[in-house]
């Protein structure tokens, strides 16, 4: 079992033919996704070949979901064009929309998250590596090789921290991973994650990590205390970042009390969700979890 993304999904992808697009498409490929189509109005009716692959290109989303029965996008489109591309896919009725790019502005992101929800896409991200089921399929741009199908659920805000705790616990793997993106406004939440893992039946076990900045951590909380009850182990990253500076994420900035590494831990903890101080020791506090 997985959440969002199986060995089932049928993917396009939204900038296939850039140069980003063509590097991830390869690596998702080689993962196994089966990556069905790419989206280029100026190149459709071309073929591109990867390695043993030819993946047709189509002008429109819509085009793409009627000749393959795609059911999932990836966006690698610049910025500028991240609206018009979430917008276009939901039209088409496709049912997962994952935005890796980054640099969107915050009234783009708000006017496709409510446009896309408002047709019943789900969107994940901007700004995010977007998720994996290990031995099934990858869409986006997490390394596939560092992890194996298991037992433990992760939603990161972070992508590099979604990266190391894949790596410190590979030799347990992962039913999904999701990186839900570190923008202030993102489609995928922590809770909307926890709901999956909750119902996914072989997840035994869910990592959440967040970051300073906003009151996600501390509503994922209240969501876990009052609706999960499979083990939770988080990690909460800016113990050290300065008061009122961005940190690496646009979301990730402190004001006052609100939103520091302290009280999103407090907030966990509270809950019943053991809180690691690292990402190495977090990854020993699931392993402790898991051996009972």
């Known amino acids: 079992m997985a959440i969002y993304l199986t060995k089932e999904s049928k993917v396009l992808v939204q900038g296939m033919t850039g140069a980003e697009g063509m590097k991830h498409t390869r690596r998702m490929l080689a993962a196994g996704t089966d990556v069905v189509g790419g989206v280029n109005p100026r190149k459709a009716g071309q073929r591109i070949d ?42 088409a009725g496709i049912g997962l929309a994952v935005v890796i790019t980054e640099g969107i502005p915050v009234h783009d992101a708000v006017a496709f998250h409510t446009y896309a929800k408002q047709r019943g896409t789900r969107v994940i991200g901007p700004n995010c590596p977007g998720l994996i089921t290990p031995g099934q399929s990858n869409a986006g741009i997490i390394p596939a090789d560092i992890a194996k199908p298991g037992r433990i659920g992760l939603v990161s805000k972070s992508g590099t921290l979604t990266y190391q705790l894949m790596y410190e616990l590979r030799d347990i793997g992962f039913s ?7 923008d202030p406004v993102i489609g995928t939440t922590h809770i909307d994650c926890l709901e999956a893992f909750q119902d996914d039946p072989d997840t035994e076990l869910i990592v959440l990590i967040g970051e300073i900045g906003g009151d996600a951590e501390e509503r994922a909380a209240a969501y876990v205390r009052e609706h999960i009850s499979k083990p939770v182990v988080g990690y909460v990253a800016g113990f050290t970042a300065p008061e009122g500076r961005t940190m690496g994420h646009a979301g990730a900035i402190v004001s006052g009390s609100a939103g520091t590494a302290t009280a999103k831990r407090d907030a966990l903890e509270a809950a019943g969700v053991r809180v690691g101080t690292t990402p190495t020791g977090t990854a020993r506090l699931v392993l402790d979890r898991l051996a009972g």
């Open 176 to 182: 999904t991973c999701v990186g839900i993106g570190g």
């Open 50 to 91: 990867f390695d043993d692959r030819a993946v047709p290109v189509f002008g429109t989303v819509r085009e793409g979901i009627e000749a393959t029965g795609a059911d999932v996008t990836v966006v690698f489109v610049p910025p500028a064009f991240a609206r018009a591309a979430v917008t276009e896919a939901a039209d």
